[in-house]
């Protein structure tokens, strides 16, 4: 119903920059909101920023609080985290996600990740 592609991973140096896009396909307006998680290796998946569709309304966990910044664009279906700072413990696997519900918990659909490496 609602396909989602990342994109914008890479390696970059401790301190460097990276800017991740998901592009959303289908059935876009039923979505509540869309959002990013991020799998390290050996790591369960957490939840890194969401933002609603509807508003503009974001939040962010308190690891990357400050350095990392969402954004939606809901004329192209797109949503945006821009990470700057970036540490070495932000390296992980980074999904798109999105809902249709005001429970974060049950995000719908997935992306296939896209793969962000920091190096000390």
């Known amino acids: 119903q609602v396909q989602l592609v990342e994109s914008g991973g890479g390696l970059v140096q401790a301190g460097g920059s990276l800017r991740l896009s998901c592009a959303a396909s289908?059935?876009?307006?039923?979505?509540?909101?869309m959002g990013w998680f991020r799998q390290a290796p050996g790591k369960e998946r957490e939840f890194v920023s969401d933002?609603?569709?509807?508003?503009?309304?974001?939040y962010y966990a308190d690891s990357v609080k400050g350095r990392f910044t969402i954004s939606v664009d809901n004329t192209k279906n797109t949503v945006s985290l821009q990470m700057n700072s970036l540490k070495p413990e932000d390296t992980a696997v980074y999904y798109c996600?999105?809902?249709?519900?005001?429970?974060?918990?049950?995000?719908?659909?997935w992306g296939q990740g896209t793969q962000v490496t920091v190096s000390s």
């Open positions: 996600a999105a809902r249709s519900t005001v429970v974060r918990a049950h995000y719908d659909y």
């Open positions: 289908g059935r876009t307006f039923s979505t509540y909101a």
């Open positions: 933002i609603t569709r509807s508003g503009g309304r974001t």
